[in-house]
């Protein structure tokens, strides 16, 4: 990504850190956006929402004036689901515990969408993987809880923190879980822009 400008449109300590753990130089800059979504295919919504991010971020710039015709902008955004229910950031420790209990014992997918902008262009495209949790007692619920390390997280878990001592396993992208696609972000860079990470 030679004379690429890559701008971050994501907060997220776990994006930021697959990037870095890639050898990827970049910039994070972040805008609001409405993230309100009525699309019911994960799919589908966590592409809209990364669409939104990427192109508040886009607009963001060129009001600023830092907008060049070499940046690419990458946003992301992440949802768990289960028995179609969306299952975004706990609001509260309460919350947290009814997903966590929600997600026990049982197997869920994780979707996260990417969007791409670059020269006029905005690409989007997804990754979908099921994660299993074991079974858990309401007390190994709470200890985890009372970590706060689901807070500010989808699915009110970290795959790559505590939660790990009771994930059974995963089909598909591990990152994809942690919070960006690495595979799915590689093809799309390649198949879009001709260009690799």
Known sequence: ???IRLILASASPRRKEILETLGVDFTIVTA?????CELLDPGARVEEI???KCLAVQSLLRERGEFTTDTLILASDTLVTLDGIFLGKPRDRA????M???LA???H???SGIALWYRGRCVTAHELTTVHFASMTPEEIQTYVDTDEPMGKAGAYAIQGKAARYITG???DYFNVVGLPVRRLYTTLQEAFHMTL
């Open 1 to 3: 990504m030679t004379d």
């Open 109 to 111: 997918t994780v979707a």
């Open 50 to 52: 990364s669409k939104r």
């Open 105 to 107: 014992g049982r197997g």
């Open 95 to 98: 919350d947290a515990f009814r």
């Open 170 to 172: 995963i089909e598909g």
């Open 100 to 102: 966590i209990a929600l």
């Open 32 to 36: 609001d956006a409405d993230e309100t």
